[in-house]
Nanobody, 121 residues
Framework: QVQLVESGGGLVQAGGSLRLSCAAS????????MGWYRQAPGKQRELVAR???????TYVDSVKGRFTISRDNAKNTVYLQMNNLKPEDTAVYYC???????????????WGQGTQVTVSS
């Protein structure tokens, strides 16, 4: 069984910073990509940032220059450093991992339980 455990959310004032962490554990053969999504009340879940096994990254336009995603492959952990936070960043942030349980099994997506980020103005 695979688990994704997130930490680091909380309440911060606009302009502040937070760092989210997500550790994947269990019987994992390989991880293709890890990322962060967010969902604000009344809105659809959206991709925030994603990092692939080779190190390439992608970000939603609204966070470019403010958020940085990184990954520790040895620990199966992904981080999201969020700087200059804005009230519109308020959402539940979910960790995602696309991984394989065995060499010849398909890539499957797993989700964390979510962590609340609230930015006050």
């Amino acid at each position: 069984q695979v688990q994704l455990v997130e930490s680091g959310g909380g309440l911060v004032q606009a302009g502040g910073s937070l760092r989210l962490s997500c550790a994947a554990s269990g019987s994992i053969f390989s991880i293709t990509a890890m990322g962060w999504y967010r969902q604000a009340p009344g809105k659809q879940r959206e991709l925030v940032a994603r990092i692939f096994s080779g190190g390439s990254t992608t970000y939603v336009d609204s966070v470019k220059g403010r958020f940085t995603i990184s990954r520790d492959n040895a620990k199966n952990t992904v981080y999201l450093q969020m700087n200059n936070l804005k009230p519109e960043d308020t959402a539940v942030y979910y960790c995602n991992a696309d991984l394989k349980l065995r060499m010849f099994t398909p890539v499957t997506g797993y989700w964390g339980q979510g962590t609340q980020v609230t930015v006050s103005s």
